[in-house]
Structures are given as structure tokens and as C-alpha cells.
């Protein structure tokens, strides 16, 4: 079984970065892919971004394209988020998770009943 813990969360202004981090244990080689997603009180999860674990194609949501960044080590089973130019709407709790999709295409890949695999969060907060 994997396990995923987050860790880089915290406040920001607008305008400014974050970074978060994964650190995957256990079997991760089950699965194919990883991605973040973010919920945000009083509305439903959301994929941000994601990447297949073998090839490293990385697939975004609308709404974070160009400003933030999925990428892996593989050395350390580490996933990480960068984060930029964020903005008060990007406030939400962000998760790490694993799965292994069947399907390969969009929105499918963002969809966050695709992954099977869950940490615990890390919350973000971005003021105006």
C-alpha cells in the first residue's frame, strides 16, 4: 500500500510562491499516476495537476496553467507543486494523491475518483 504525507503549506500574499511536497512510501510502482488536487470550503475536490509516473507528461487544470509546476523525484519518491503568482482563489486544502487510471485523457486524468490513494492535506491561504 502507498502512503502519501504533504508538507509545504502555509500563507501567502497575492502574488506570491509556495512550494508543496509528497513523500510517497510503500508500493508505489502500483500506481500510474499522481496528482494534486485542492478543496476549498463549501465546494467540491478539484484536480490542479498530474503526472504519469512512467513517461513524466504532466496535465493542468484551466484555472493554474502557466502558474504552477507538477514535477517528480524519483530517487526520493517525491512529488512536489510549485506554485506561483498565486491568488486568494487558489486558497483551498491541497492533497496528494495516487491512482492507477485506465484511461488516459482529459478531464479523466484530473478527476479526483480516479485516485485511489490519499494524503492527509496541507492547507494553502492566499490574502489579498
Known amino acids: 500500500q502507498v502512503q502519501l504525507v504533504e508538507s509545504g503549506g502555509g500563507s501567502v500574499q497575492a502574488g506570491g510562491s509556495l512550494r508543496l511536497s509528497c513523500a510517497a512510501s510503500g508500493r508505489t510502482y502500483s500506481s500510474n499516476f499522481m496528482g494534486w488536487f485542492r478543496q476549498a470550503p463549501g465546494k467540491e475536490r478539484e484536480g490542479v495537476a498530474a503526472i504519469d509516473t512512467g513517461g513524466g507528461t504532466t496535465y493542468y487544470a484551466d484555472s493554474v496553467k502557466g502558474r504552477f509546476t507538477i514535477s517528480q523525484d524519483n530517487a526520493k519518491n517525491i512529488l512536489y507543486l510549485e506554485m506561483n503568482s498565486l491568488k486568494p482563489e487558489d486558497t483551498a486544502m491541497y492533497y496528494c494523491?495516487?491512482?492507477?487510471?485506465?484511461?488516459?485523457?482529459?478531464?479523466?486524468?484530473?478527476?479526483?475518483?480516479?485516485?485511489?490513494?490519499w494524503g492527509q492535506g496541507t492547507q494553502v491561504t492566499v490574502s489579498s
Open positions: 494523491a495516487a491512482g492507477k487510471l485506465r484511461f488516459w485523457n482529459m478531464p479523466t486524468i484530473l478527476a479526483p475518483y480516479e485516485y485511489n490513494i
